[in-house]
């Protein structure tokens, strides 16, 4: 879409003389995230200068403005195709729009109601079986059988050493739970983002002459240290997903119905392990792209796709599009650490378009948002959210 054609689309979408099409069109330019920022700035701008009009219009542009920025800060929208919802979907695709006016004119949310956050801890389960506590602010050492370092902790990230060869494979194991994320840097330089509620198996040393094998629960993020000698194999349950050097984000949660894995840099090739050894029925992923394996099927299909909706988590967003609300609340539990029930079947199958800043957004804000836009109802029971 040329310059000139959005910059008119821009200006009916603030005056809300935009048609269905031109909001769709606007809708995905905006998934660009160069697009995004423009919209950003030309949203506040706009903004700014009505409020610095003394104008008789202004005051009614204005609220019109700060109810679509209200709606901007929590970033959520519900699926549905008639246009003036089309105008809060498009409006609601960035966040934090708000911040820069929330001290004149935002008020807080009247529900005062607390959820307390279990505390789990990060665990690194040594070769021996010892566990050894990870603390996210603090630092350790990984030590082998002998005694020998072969790795360090430094807050949030665990860094293994390549010092030394072995004949015989040994593993750590590192459990990320519920509200946390860390990294880890194997033997090899491999580097590898675990998200909330993942845990990876991984040797300690790479043997010369075999595969990097290692074996994923969860969802991960891995940047994999090139060696064409010796590819890297990440066991993710039903599917293998193997490498030589690339960048590339693993789903692969047990309570899923599915695996996926979206490739940013480089090639992937995906096995059903079922069809371990024959590589006719594997699929190579190309960059941008998306493959699914569906384990009630046991197909895998691929799609293009915005590689930087499935890898956000790494910076504590999390981004939803077209998505069942039990999905939602699937990855709130995983990113806050809580326990959501939902006691509505039509409310759990129903779509939404999310985009939530989990690092500055508590759950509290999150569920008041829903309720206030969405009129879904929720209450505490025992730390308990019930969705009703």
């Known amino acids: 879409m040329d310059t000139p054609e959005i910059d008119i689309i821009l200006i009916k979408f603030l005056n809300k003389s935009a048609n269905s099409e031109e909001l769709d069109k606007l809708d995905i330019w905006i998934q660009d995230p160069e697009n995004e920022l423009i919209f950003r700035d030309f949203v506040k701008t706009h903004f700014a200068i009505i409020v610095a009009m003394n104008d008789p219009d202004s005051s009614k542009i204005r609220e019109q403005l700060l109810n679509e920025i209200q709606k901007e800060k929590n970033f959520l929208y519900r699926i549905k195709y008639r246009s003036m919802l089309k105008y809060a979907a498009v409006a609601i695709i960035f966040i934090g729009i708000g911040y820069y006016f929330q001290n004149d004119f935002f008020t807080k949310s009247t529900n005062n109601i607390v959820v307390e956050p279990k505390v789990e ?28 370092l072969v790795g360090s902790q430094n807050r949030g990230k665990l860094v293994y050493n390549d010092v030394t060869h072995t004949e015989k494979l040994t593993y750590n194991t590192l459990t990320v739970p519920y509200g946390k994320r860390f990294d880890i840097v194997l033997s090899d330089g491999t580097s590898i983002f675990l998200n909330s509620g993942s845990s990876i198996k991984y040797p300690v040393q790479f043997i ?28 993710a349950q039903e599917l293998n997903v193997e490498v030589l050097g690339t960048k590339f984000n693993v789903s692969t949660y047990k309570e899923d119905s599915q695996i996926e894995v979206v490739l940013v840099e480089g090639s992937v090739e995906l096995d059903k392990q079922s069809y371990k050894g024959n590589k006719e029925k594997s699929v190579i992923l190309k960059p941008g792209f998306n493959g699914v394996f569906n384990k009630k099927e046991n197909s895998i299909s691929t799609s293009k796709v915005n590689t930087s909706l499935y890898t956000s988590w790494m910076t504590g967003n999390v981004v939803f599009r077209n998505a069942p609300f039990r999905e939602i609340a699937k990855k709130l539990e995983r990113v806050y650490n809580v326990s959501i029930i939902i006691n509505n079947e039509e409310l759990a199958n129903e779509n939404f378009n999310a985009s939530i800043e989990v690092d500055n957004e508590t759950i509290e804000e999150v569920l008041n948002y829903f309720n206030k836009f969405f009129d879904i109802e929720f209450e505490i029971i025992n730390n308990k959210i019930l969705i009703n």
């Open 208 to 235: 010369k002459g075999q595969n990097r094998q290692v074996f994923l629960n969860g969802e991960a993020f891995f940047d994999v240290a090139e060696d064409k000698l010796h590819p890297f194999i990440i066991d």
């Open 121 to 148: 801890l990060i665990t690194l389960e040594l070769e021996n079986g010892n566990i050894q506590v990870i603390s996210e602010d603090g630092t350790s050492t990984v030590v082998d059988a002998k005694g020998n």
